[in-house]
T-cell receptor, first 114, second 114 residues
Framework: AQKITQTQPGMFVQEKEAVTLDCTYD???????LFWYKQPSSGEMIFLIY??????QNATEGRYSLNFQKARKSANLVISASQLGDSAMYFC???????????FGPGTRLSVLP | NAGVTQTPKFQVLKTGQSMTLQCAQD?????MYWYRQDPGMGLRLIYY???????DKGEVPNGYNVSRLNKREFSLRLESAAPSQTSVYFC?????????????FGPGTRLLVL
């Protein structure tokens, strides 16, 4: 069975600083995808970044980067130069070998302080 | 191009009542999903449909039924609503079988069962 763990229920960061949101996963699938989503207070789910299990390089998308350590089964999200608009819930998710089942972690609430 | 649409946006039911949540996507995606999100928690998969004509149970299918009416539409039915089904329901869609493809989410339906 697949499982996503996010051990930080809440995080605070000062505006313009970088922050790392932790995600560890458990799977026996030989190939999988890892995703991060943002959910602002308005409720919609916004896709941020993707990392494939066989990708050699860590994924980056603008201010978002994914620190992927396959041996440790971790896929931490790094947000550089935090902005007030980054305050939201952040979910780590995994899509397994069959490409069908997505599993989400419990989320981390990030608050950016002015 | 509307993406993923859900109706209704908000619904109040009494215990024992039935209702159907509607979801449609216009991105020609093969896979569609129904999730529930309880307060302060991540998304849990209720049912998914890998392609038109197929449906499979997710993590929390009890009390729900689904219909993949055609490629565009995937409905979720509560036959006899219970207070434990009070939640926000998200529909999502995704292209088939690529582990690198994210899901695209609808805006959600807030359901309150009294």
């Amino acid at each position: 069975a697949q499982k996503i763990t996010q051990t930080q229920p809440g995080m605070f960061v000062q505006e313009k600083e970088a922050v790392t949101l932790d995600c560890t996963y458990d799977t026996s699938d030989p190939s999988y995808g890892l995703f991060w989503y943002k959910q602002p207070s308005s409720g919609e789910m916004i896709f941020l970044i993707y990392q494939g299990s066989y990708d050699q390089q860590n994924a980056t998308e603008g201010r978002y980067s994914l620190n992927f350590q396959k041996a440790r089964k971790s896929a931490n999200l790094v947000i550089s130069a935090s902005q007030l608009g980054d305050s939201a819930m952040y979910f780590c998710a995994m899509r397994g070998w069959d490409g069908q089942n997505f599993v989400f972690g419990p989320g981390t609430r990030l608050s950016v302080l002015p | 191009n509307a993406g993923v649409t859900q109706t209704p946006k908000f619904q109040v039911l009494k215990t024992g009542q039935s209702m159907t949540l509607q979801c449609a996507q216009d991105m020609n995606h093969n896979s569609m999903y129904w999730y529930r999100q309880d307060p302060g928690m991540g998304l849990r998969l209720i049912y998914y449909s890998a392609s038109e004509g197929t449906t499979d149970k997710g993590e929390v299918p009890n009390g729900y039924n689904v219909s993949r009416l055609n490629k565009r539409e995937f409905s979720l039915r509560l036959e006899s609503a219970a207070p434990s089904q009070t939640s926000v329901y998200f529909c999502a869609s995704s292209p088939w079988d690529s582990r690198g493809e994210t899901q695209y989410f609808g805006p959600g339906t807030r359901l309150l069962v009294l």
